[in-house]
T-cell receptor, first 114, second 114 residues
Framework: GEQVEQRPPHLSVREGDSAFITCTYTDPNSYYFFWYKQEPGASLQLLMKVFSSTEINEGQGFTVLLNKKDKRLSLNLTAAHPGDSAAYFCAVIDRGSALGRLHFGAGTQLIVIP | NSKVIQTPRYLVKGQGQKAKMRCIPEKGHPVVFWYQQNKNNEFKFLINFQNQEVLQQIDMTEKRFSAECPSNSPCSLEIQSSEAGDSALYLC????????????FGEGSRLIVV
């Protein structure tokens, strides 16, 4: 089945710097990709849903890159601010998962230092 | 602000006790998922429903959990006999469809088994 590996597990950056998080997946048939943000005690908040046909996806203050050849999904928070401090999770749906099950990465705990 | 409503936010149970959690999916979402997030931030899919029907569940859920999504009532997940290893955050999510649709998560029910 699908295996999703997320790096790094912990990341500290200074305010204004970029924060880069990467996930690799194993199933070449994966076709939907997600980034979620989870603040302490809060729900998983959807940052972006990416389709397999789109390699570069711009959000508000971040960019998501999908490299299908390398089976890699990346989240780049540009000019991070303290409000970005949270846990970030990638998630993948593969074509075999017709029932919509997400395969999650292990998460990255991001701290943005003022 | 999460539109998926989970109750209770916290519950503390002794080993062997029943633990029941409820979820009201986002309005108009026929598909409901339950995930377990452990202290290492690892997500485990437990079960999903489309309307009142179970789509898929793992062995553990089949043997030790009782789950349902009755019409016009909250969905529920109940552990029949709590074990220490069940201590985790239980997340409910809903979506418009099972295949490839975005999952929207509730804030979770945190279970502590003492």
């Amino acid at each position: 089945g699908e295996q999703v590996e997320q790096r790094p597990p912990h990341l500290s950056v200074r305010e204004g710097d970029s924060a880069f998080i990467t996930c690799t997946y194993t199933d070449p048939n994966s076709y939907y990709f997600f980034w979620y943000k989870q603040e302490p005690g809060a729900s998983l908040q959807l940052l972006m849903k990416v389709f397999s046909s789109t390699e570069i996806n711009e959000g508000q203050g971040f960019t998501v890159l999908l490299n299908k050849k390398d089976k890699r999904l990346s989240l780049n928070l540009t000019a991070a601010h303290p409000g970005d401090s949270a846990a970030y999770f990638c998630a993948v749906i593969d074509r075999g998962s017709a029932l919509g099950r997400l395969h999650f990465g292990a998460g990255t705990q991001l701290i943005v230092i003022p | 602000n999460s539109k998926v409503i989970q109750t209770p936010r916290y519950l503390v149970k002794g080993q062997g006790q029943k633990a029941k959690m409820r979820c009201i999916p986002e309005k108009g979402h026929p598909v409901v998922f339950w995930y377990q997030q452990n202290k290492n931030n690892e997500f485990k899919f437990l079960i999903n429903f489309q309307n009142q029907e179970v789509l898929q569940q793992i062995d553990m859920t089949e043997k030790r959990f009782s789950a349902e999504c009755p019409s016009n009532s909250p969905c529920s997940l109940e552990i029949q006999s709590s074990e220490a290893g069940d201590s985790a955050l239980y997340l409910c999510a809903s979506s418009l469809g099972a295949s490839g649709n975005t999952l929207y998560f509730g804030e979770g029910s945190r279970l502590i088994v003492v």
